[in-house]
Protein backbone atom coordinates (compact mmCIF):
# COMPACT_ATOMS: atom_id res chain seq x y z
CA UNK A 1 0.00 0.00 0.00
CA UNK A 2 1.64 3.33 -1.26
CA UNK A 3 1.71 6.31 2.00
CA UNK A 4 1.38 9.63 0.74
CA UNK A 5 4.18 11.95 2.27
CA UNK A 6 2.00 15.20 3.48
CA UNK A 7 3.41 18.73 4.20
CA UNK A 8 2.11 18.76 7.88
CA UNK A 9 1.10 21.87 10.14
CA UNK A 10 3.90 24.23 11.03
CA UNK A 11 2.82 26.58 13.21
CA UNK A 12 0.37 29.37 13.34
CA UNK A 13 0.14 31.47 10.01
CA UNK A 14 2.42 29.13 8.08
CA UNK A 15 0.68 28.03 5.22
CA UNK A 16 3.67 27.70 2.95
CA UNK A 17 7.08 25.70 3.02
CA UNK A 18 9.52 25.47 0.31
CA UNK A 19 11.07 21.93 -0.58
CA UNK A 20 14.42 21.70 0.98
CA UNK A 21 16.64 19.39 0.50
CA UNK A 22 16.56 15.58 0.56
CA UNK A 23 17.42 13.29 2.46
CA UNK A 24 16.63 10.20 0.00
CA UNK A 25 16.24 9.08 -3.61
CA UNK A 26 13.30 7.83 -5.27
CA UNK A 27 13.81 3.70 -5.51
CA UNK A 28 15.67 3.94 -1.53
CA UNK A 29 14.53 2.17 1.27
CA UNK A 30 13.60 4.47 3.98
CA UNK A 31 12.75 3.49 7.97
CA UNK A 32 9.51 4.82 9.64
CA UNK A 33 10.70 8.23 11.64
CA UNK A 34 13.45 8.37 9.44
CA UNK A 35 14.30 11.83 8.16
CA UNK A 36 12.93 12.10 4.52
CA UNK A 37 13.04 15.97 3.39
CA UNK A 38 13.44 18.88 5.13
CA UNK A 39 10.90 22.09 4.76
CA UNK A 40 11.47 25.55 4.70
CA UNK A 41 9.36 27.96 6.25
CA UNK A 42 9.61 31.76 6.61
CA UNK A 43 10.44 30.89 10.61
CA UNK A 44 12.81 28.14 10.27
CA UNK A 45 13.79 24.59 8.68
CA UNK A 46 11.46 21.45 9.67
CA UNK A 47 12.85 17.83 9.24
CA UNK A 48 9.99 15.48 7.85
CA UNK A 49 10.31 11.99 8.78
CA UNK A 50 8.69 8.92 7.07
CA UNK A 51 5.76 7.75 8.61
CA UNK A 52 6.15 4.01 7.53
CA UNK A 53 9.25 2.00 6.18
CA UNK A 54 9.05 1.41 2.52
CA UNK A 55 11.14 2.24 -0.45
CA UNK A 56 10.81 6.07 -1.79
CA UNK A 57 8.94 5.44 -5.32
CA UNK A 58 7.98 9.01 -5.89
CA UNK A 59 9.11 12.75 -5.45
CA UNK A 60 6.24 14.73 -6.58
CA UNK A 61 7.85 18.10 -4.99
CA UNK A 62 11.51 18.46 -6.02
CA UNK A 63 13.78 20.31 -3.72
CA UNK A 64 13.62 24.44 -4.20
CA UNK A 65 9.58 23.56 -5.19
CA UNK A 66 6.94 25.47 -3.17
CA UNK A 67 3.83 23.96 -1.38
CA UNK A 68 1.22 23.88 1.21
CA UNK A 69 -0.19 22.59 4.05
CA UNK A 70 -1.15 19.30 3.13
CA UNK A 71 0.00 18.59 -0.43
CA UNK A 72 1.70 15.46 -1.23
CA UNK A 73 4.92 15.80 -1.76
CA UNK A 74 6.25 12.27 -2.32
CA UNK A 75 5.15 8.42 -1.82
CA UNK A 76 6.53 5.46 0.02
CA UNK A 77 5.59 1.95 -0.53
CA UNK A 78 5.13 0.51 2.68
CA UNK A 79 5.02 -3.12 1.52
CA UNK A 80 8.83 -2.90 0.41
CA UNK A 81 11.00 -4.89 2.18
CA UNK A 82 14.61 -3.36 3.29
CA UNK A 83 16.85 -4.70 1.19
CA UNK A 84 20.24 -6.72 1.26
CA UNK A 85 23.31 -4.72 1.37
CA UNK A 86 24.38 -4.28 -1.37
CA UNK A 87 20.82 -5.46 -3.68
CA UNK A 88 18.82 -3.29 -5.40
CA UNK A 89 15.49 -2.81 -3.86
CA UNK A 90 12.68 -4.74 -5.63
CA UNK A 91 9.28 -3.43 -5.55
CA UNK A 92 5.91 -5.19 -6.45
CA UNK A 93 3.20 -3.57 -8.35
CA UNK A 94 1.58 -1.92 -6.17
CA UNK A 95 4.41 0.89 -6.02
CA UNK A 96 4.12 0.82 -9.40
CA UNK A 97 0.66 2.38 -8.94
CA UNK A 98 1.37 4.80 -6.75
CA UNK A 99 3.93 6.01 -8.75
CA UNK A 100 1.40 6.18 -11.70
CA UNK A 101 -0.96 7.81 -9.31
CA UNK A 102 1.17 10.39 -8.22
CA UNK A 103 3.98 11.07 -10.86
CA UNK A 104 1.88 11.27 -13.60
CA UNK A 105 5.47 12.08 -15.89
CA UNK A 106 6.05 8.13 -16.00
CA UNK A 107 4.30 6.63 -18.06
CA UNK A 108 1.92 3.39 -17.01
CA UNK A 109 4.41 0.35 -17.49
CA UNK A 110 6.15 1.37 -21.49
CA UNK A 111 9.20 -0.56 -22.29
CA UNK A 112 10.57 2.46 -23.76
CA UNK A 113 13.05 3.78 -21.18
CA UNK A 114 11.95 7.71 -22.07
CA UNK A 115 8.50 6.03 -20.35
CA UNK A 116 10.57 4.93 -17.39
CA UNK A 117 12.34 7.43 -16.53
CA UNK A 118 11.39 9.19 -13.02
CA UNK A 119 10.76 13.21 -13.20
CA UNK A 120 14.39 13.81 -10.74
CA UNK A 121 16.20 11.78 -13.37
CA UNK A 122 13.74 13.52 -16.15
CA UNK A 123 15.02 17.17 -14.94
CA UNK A 124 18.71 16.38 -15.08
CA UNK A 125 18.66 14.71 -18.45
CA UNK A 126 16.64 17.50 -19.64
CA UNK A 127 18.97 20.10 -18.38
CA UNK A 128 22.03 18.19 -19.96
CA UNK A 129 20.49 17.49 -23.56
CA UNK A 130 20.99 14.02 -23.18
CA UNK A 131 18.42 11.20 -24.56
CA UNK A 132 16.50 9.25 -21.94
CA UNK A 133 17.56 6.06 -24.18
CA UNK A 134 21.23 6.95 -23.43
CA UNK A 135 20.49 6.37 -19.31
CA UNK A 136 20.05 2.67 -18.10
CA UNK A 137 17.45 2.29 -15.17
CA UNK A 138 19.10 0.45 -12.35
CA UNK A 139 15.39 1.12 -9.92
CA UNK A 140 12.70 -0.90 -9.10
CA UNK A 141 11.46 -2.37 -12.32
CA UNK A 142 14.30 -1.23 -15.04
CA UNK A 143 13.07 2.79 -13.90
CA UNK A 144 16.06 5.36 -14.76
CA UNK A 145 16.55 7.27 -11.03
CA UNK A 146 18.09 10.21 -10.95
CA UNK A 147 21.83 9.11 -10.18
CA UNK A 148 21.34 6.89 -13.59
CA UNK A 149 20.50 10.34 -15.09
CA UNK A 150 23.80 11.64 -13.43
CA UNK A 151 26.03 8.93 -14.85
CA UNK A 152 24.57 9.46 -18.63
CA UNK A 153 25.21 12.76 -18.76
CA UNK A 154 28.63 12.22 -17.35
CA UNK A 155 29.48 9.48 -19.56
CA UNK A 156 27.75 12.22 -22.75
CA UNK A 157 30.14 14.82 -22.04
CA UNK A 158 33.00 12.51 -21.55
CA UNK A 159 32.84 10.90 -25.02
CA UNK A 160 34.95 12.91 -27.47
CA UNK A 161 33.36 14.15 -30.54
CA UNK A 162 34.43 12.94 -33.86
CA UNK A 163 37.61 14.39 -35.53
CA UNK A 164 37.08 18.09 -34.15
CA UNK A 165 37.72 20.87 -36.53
CA UNK A 166 40.36 23.26 -34.95
CA UNK A 167 38.65 26.36 -34.63
CA UNK A 168 40.30 29.60 -33.14
CA UNK A 169 39.13 30.78 -30.21
CA UNK A 170 37.10 34.14 -30.26
CA UNK A 171 37.60 36.43 -27.66
CA UNK A 172 34.86 36.67 -25.23
CA UNK A 173 32.56 39.71 -25.88
CA UNK A 174 30.82 42.15 -23.35
CA UNK A 175 27.21 40.77 -24.21
CA UNK A 176 28.88 37.10 -23.20
CA UNK A 177 29.72 38.16 -20.03
CA UNK A 178 26.51 39.27 -18.64
CA UNK A 179 24.71 36.58 -16.92
CA UNK A 180 22.23 36.69 -14.98
CA UNK A 181 20.33 33.96 -12.44
CA UNK A 182 16.72 34.06 -11.44
CA UNK A 183 16.57 32.65 -8.02
CA UNK A 184 13.06 32.61 -5.96
CA UNK A 185 12.84 34.32 -2.64
CA UNK A 186 12.76 31.66 -0.26
CA UNK A 187 10.17 31.71 2.67
CA UNK A 188 12.26 33.22 5.16
CA UNK A 189 13.18 36.30 2.67
CA UNK A 190 9.87 36.53 1.68
CA UNK A 191 8.35 37.45 5.42
CA UNK A 192 11.99 39.61 5.98
CA UNK A 193 10.56 41.29 3.36
CA UNK A 194 7.47 41.87 4.20
CA UNK A 195 7.99 43.12 8.04
CA UNK A 196 10.57 45.27 7.21
CA UNK A 197 8.57 47.22 4.91
CA UNK A 198 5.58 47.21 7.36
CA UNK A 199 7.78 48.34 9.88
CA UNK A 200 8.59 51.16 7.89
CA UNK A 201 5.03 51.87 6.61
CA UNK A 202 3.55 51.54 10.33
CA UNK A 203 6.23 52.49 12.87
CA UNK A 204 7.24 55.89 13.35
CA UNK A 205 11.41 54.81 13.66
CA UNK A 206 14.14 57.37 14.87
CA UNK A 207 17.39 56.16 15.89
CA UNK A 208 19.65 58.02 18.12
CA UNK A 209 23.53 57.26 17.81
CA UNK A 210 26.42 57.17 21.17
CA UNK A 211 30.00 55.71 21.39
CA UNK A 212 31.69 53.76 24.32
CA UNK A 213 34.81 53.17 24.82
CA UNK A 214 35.91 49.08 25.34
CA UNK A 215 38.81 49.46 27.55
CA UNK A 216 37.30 47.75 31.01
CA UNK A 217 35.27 45.52 29.29
CA UNK A 218 38.43 44.20 26.96
CA UNK A 219 40.83 44.12 29.95
CA UNK A 220 37.60 42.63 31.72
CA UNK A 221 37.73 39.59 29.33
CA UNK A 222 41.57 39.24 29.23
CA UNK A 223 41.89 38.98 32.66
CA UNK A 224 39.59 36.39 33.70
CA UNK A 225 39.12 34.58 29.79
CA UNK A 226 40.94 30.98 30.70
CA UNK A 227 39.33 31.13 34.30
CA UNK A 228 35.80 31.86 32.32
CA UNK A 229 36.06 28.98 30.07
CA UNK A 230 37.72 26.54 32.55
CA UNK A 231 34.78 27.14 34.73
CA UNK A 232 31.61 27.22 32.20
CA UNK A 233 33.32 25.83 29.21
CA UNK A 234 32.40 28.60 27.12
CA UNK A 235 34.61 31.83 26.17
CA UNK A 236 33.46 35.26 27.82
CA UNK A 237 32.18 37.59 24.58
CA UNK A 238 31.14 40.99 24.05
CA UNK A 239 27.77 39.74 23.95
CA UNK A 240 26.99 38.94 27.35
CA UNK A 241 27.80 42.19 28.67
CA UNK A 242 25.61 43.99 26.10
CA UNK A 243 22.57 41.61 27.09
CA UNK A 244 23.17 42.21 30.81
CA UNK A 245 23.21 45.87 29.72
CA UNK A 246 20.30 46.22 28.16
CA UNK A 247 18.43 44.56 30.86
CA UNK A 248 19.39 47.05 33.54
CA UNK A 249 18.51 49.79 30.59
CA UNK A 250 15.18 48.05 29.99
CA UNK A 251 14.19 48.23 33.62
CA UNK A 252 15.33 51.38 34.06
CA UNK A 253 13.42 53.04 30.75
CA UNK A 254 10.23 50.41 30.96
CA UNK A 255 9.08 52.21 28.09
CA UNK A 256 11.83 50.86 25.51
CA UNK A 257 10.68 47.68 26.62
CA UNK A 258 6.73 48.20 25.77
CA UNK A 259 4.92 47.60 22.89
CA UNK A 260 1.62 49.70 21.36
CA UNK A 261 -1.67 47.87 21.54
CA UNK A 262 -4.22 49.81 19.62
CA UNK A 263 -4.45 52.78 21.71
CA UNK A 264 -2.71 51.18 24.50
CA UNK A 265 0.84 50.81 25.38
CA UNK A 266 1.52 47.62 27.07
CA UNK A 267 4.26 47.07 29.59
CA UNK A 268 6.33 44.32 29.57
CA UNK A 269 8.22 43.07 33.30
CA UNK A 270 10.18 40.38 31.79
CA UNK A 271 13.27 40.83 29.09
CA UNK A 272 12.98 38.12 26.39
CA UNK A 273 15.86 39.51 24.40
CA UNK A 274 16.40 38.70 20.97
CA UNK A 275 19.64 38.15 19.39
CA UNK A 276 20.09 38.37 15.58
CA UNK A 277 21.99 35.47 14.47
CA UNK A 278 23.52 34.74 10.93
CA UNK A 279 22.34 31.13 9.12
CA UNK A 280 22.31 28.57 6.79
CA UNK A 281 18.72 30.70 5.70
CA UNK A 282 19.71 34.04 6.62
CA UNK A 283 19.18 36.44 9.46
CA UNK A 284 17.45 34.58 12.21
CA UNK A 285 16.49 35.98 16.21
CA UNK A 286 15.94 33.71 18.31
CA UNK A 287 15.20 34.86 22.30
CA UNK A 288 16.71 34.72 25.38
CA UNK A 289 13.61 34.08 27.54
CA UNK A 290 13.76 35.66 30.95
CA UNK A 291 17.22 37.18 30.09
CA UNK A 292 16.95 39.20 33.59
CA UNK A 293 17.65 36.04 35.60
CA UNK A 294 20.49 34.66 33.34
CA UNK A 295 24.34 34.33 34.41
CA UNK A 296 26.86 35.42 31.88
CA UNK A 297 27.88 32.02 31.35
CA UNK A 298 24.45 30.89 30.37
CA UNK A 299 23.79 34.08 28.36
CA UNK A 300 27.20 32.63 26.52
CA UNK A 301 26.16 28.89 25.84
CA UNK A 302 22.48 30.17 24.73
CA UNK A 303 24.10 32.16 21.99
CA UNK A 304 27.28 30.30 21.15
CA UNK A 305 24.21 27.30 20.86
CA UNK A 306 21.96 29.67 18.40
CA UNK A 307 24.81 30.23 16.38
CA UNK A 308 25.66 27.05 15.75
CA UNK A 309 22.38 25.40 15.29
CA UNK A 310 21.18 28.20 13.14
CA UNK A 311 23.90 27.63 10.49
CA UNK A 312 22.21 23.73 10.48
CA UNK A 313 18.51 25.36 10.64
CA UNK A 314 18.42 23.40 13.67
CA UNK A 315 16.44 26.47 15.30
CA UNK A 316 12.78 25.63 16.59
CA UNK A 317 10.16 27.90 15.99
CA UNK A 318 8.94 28.54 19.67
CA UNK A 319 12.64 29.81 20.16
CA UNK A 320 12.15 32.85 17.42
CA UNK A 321 8.60 34.11 18.52
CA UNK A 322 7.82 36.52 20.84
CA UNK A 323 10.78 38.99 22.00
CA UNK A 324 10.57 42.18 23.70
CA UNK A 325 13.84 43.67 22.74
CA UNK A 326 16.08 42.91 20.11
CA UNK A 327 20.12 43.04 20.24
CA UNK A 328 22.03 43.12 16.54
CA UNK A 329 26.04 42.83 16.21
CA UNK A 330 26.80 44.36 12.42
CA UNK A 331 30.46 44.43 14.24
CA UNK A 332 30.90 41.11 13.30
CA UNK A 333 31.29 41.55 9.80
CA UNK A 334 32.70 44.82 9.63
CA UNK A 335 29.97 47.38 9.69
CA UNK A 336 30.82 50.84 11.45
CA UNK A 337 27.77 52.18 11.52
CA UNK A 338 24.11 51.52 10.43
CA UNK A 339 20.29 52.33 11.49
CA UNK A 340 18.80 49.09 12.66
CA UNK A 341 14.85 48.21 12.23
CA UNK A 342 12.43 47.62 14.79
CA UNK A 343 11.07 43.88 14.66
CA UNK A 344 7.45 44.65 15.29
CA UNK A 345 5.86 44.44 17.74
CA UNK A 346 9.13 45.62 19.43
CA UNK A 347 9.51 48.80 20.38
CA UNK A 348 13.31 49.26 20.21
CA UNK A 349 16.69 47.35 18.56
CA UNK A 350 19.90 48.16 19.76
CA UNK A 351 22.79 47.99 16.71
CA UNK A 352 26.52 47.14 17.91
CA UNK A 353 29.42 47.76 15.48
CA UNK A 354 33.19 46.85 14.79
CA UNK A 355 35.37 48.35 17.51
CA UNK A 356 38.12 50.09 16.29
CA UNK A 357 40.75 52.31 17.83
CA UNK A 358 40.38 56.08 17.48
CA UNK A 359 41.31 59.14 19.56
CA UNK A 360 39.15 60.51 22.28
CA UNK A 361 39.72 63.41 24.74
CA UNK A 362 39.97 62.16 28.27
CA UNK A 363 40.69 64.47 31.28
CA UNK A 364 41.67 67.09 28.27
CA UNK A 365 44.42 65.07 26.92
CA UNK A 366 43.84 63.26 23.41
CA UNK A 367 44.54 59.29 23.69
CA UNK A 368 43.91 56.42 21.64
CA UNK A 369 40.95 54.23 23.22
CA UNK A 370 39.03 51.08 21.22
CA UNK A 371 35.88 52.59 20.50
CA UNK A 372 32.41 50.95 19.34
CA UNK A 373 29.42 53.33 17.71
CA UNK A 374 25.97 52.24 19.38
CA UNK A 375 22.85 52.93 17.92
CA UNK A 376 18.85 52.70 19.07
CA UNK A 377 16.28 52.63 16.55
CA UNK A 378 12.83 52.90 18.46
CA UNK A 379 9.40 53.71 18.01
CA UNK A 380 9.02 57.32 18.44
CA UNK A 381 4.89 56.82 18.85
CA UNK A 382 5.93 54.77 21.90
CA UNK A 383 9.75 55.92 22.86
CA UNK A 384 10.50 60.19 23.24
CA UNK A 385 13.80 61.00 22.31
CA UNK A 386 14.33 61.49 26.11
CA UNK A 387 13.87 58.78 27.26
CA UNK A 388 16.08 57.02 23.93
CA UNK A 389 18.73 59.05 25.15
CA UNK A 390 18.94 58.16 28.35
CA UNK A 391 18.53 53.96 27.61
CA UNK A 392 21.42 54.39 25.52
CA UNK A 393 23.68 56.67 27.99
CA UNK A 394 22.90 53.82 30.28
CA UNK A 395 23.90 51.18 28.15
CA UNK A 396 27.54 53.47 27.60
CA UNK A 397 27.84 53.56 31.31
CA UNK A 398 27.42 49.82 32.02
CA UNK A 399 30.03 48.84 29.55
CA UNK A 400 32.67 51.67 30.04
CA UNK A 401 32.45 50.82 33.69
CA UNK A 402 30.98 47.00 33.86
CA UNK A 403 31.77 46.33 37.73
CA UNK A 404 28.35 48.56 37.76
CA UNK A 405 26.06 45.33 36.33
CA UNK A 406 27.26 43.08 39.39
CA UNK A 407 26.99 46.09 41.97
CA UNK A 408 23.36 47.04 40.48
CA UNK A 409 24.51 51.02 40.42
Do not use: C
Amino acid sequence: MSVDLRVPEAGESIAEVRIGAWHKSEGEYVNADEVVVELETDKAAIELPAPVSGILVSIVRPEGAGAAVGDVIGVIDEHSTEPVAGAKPSKPEASVAAVETHAPEAAETSPDPAQRVMPSAKRVLGEAGVEAAAAKGTGPGGRVLKEDAIRAVESAHAEPSPEPTPQPSPEPTASALREEEIVPMSPLRKVIARNLVAAQQSAALLTTFNEVDMSAVIELRKRYKDLFLERHGIKLGFMSFFVKAAVDALQTVPVVNARLDGTQVVYRKYQDIGIAVGGGRGLVVPVLRNAESMSFASIELAIADFAKRAIQNKIGLAELQGGTFTISNGGIYGSMMSTPIVNPPQSGILGMHAIQDRPVAIDGQVVVRPMMYLALTYDHRVVDGREAVTFLRRIKGLVEHPERIWLQL
